[in-house]
Nanobody, 119 residues
């Protein structure tokens, strides 16, 4: 099993930046495709970004394209989400998740980290 722990959330003003981290334990994260998701109160969970095992293929949702960047450090067993030019509508709980392939379901989820962007 893979245990995922997110960190780096917090309160930031609009236009600011945060970097979220998704650290893995239990197994090597480099074996997994990793995604970042978010869920705001009263809204459905939204896929934000994803990255393949080697880090050379990424996906970024249109809503955050040009502002958010996903990356990974397989030596540190960690995936990052760099969030720039944050907007109040980015306020949500952010989760990372892992799956074995790009067509598998996400089997492993972290507990989430709160991101709040004030206007």
């Amino acid at each position: 099993q893979v245990q995922l722990v997110e960190s780096g959330g917090g309160l930031v003003q609009a236009g600011g930046s945060l970097r979220l981290s998704c650290a893995a334990s239990g197994r090597t994260l480099s074996n997994y495709h990793v995604g970042w998701f978010r869920q705001a109160p009263g809204k459905e969970r939204e896929s934000v970004a994803a990255i393949n095992q080697s880090g050379d293929i990424t996906y970024t949702a249109d809503s955050v394209k040009g502002r958010f960047t996903i990356s990974r450090d397989n030596i540190k067993n960690t995936v990052y989400l760099q969030m720039n030019s944050l907007k109040p509508e980015d306020t949500a709980v952010y989760y990372c998740a892992a799956r074995l392939t790009m067509i598998s379901i996400y089997n492993y989820w972290g507990q989430g980290t709160q991101v709040t962007v004030s206007s």
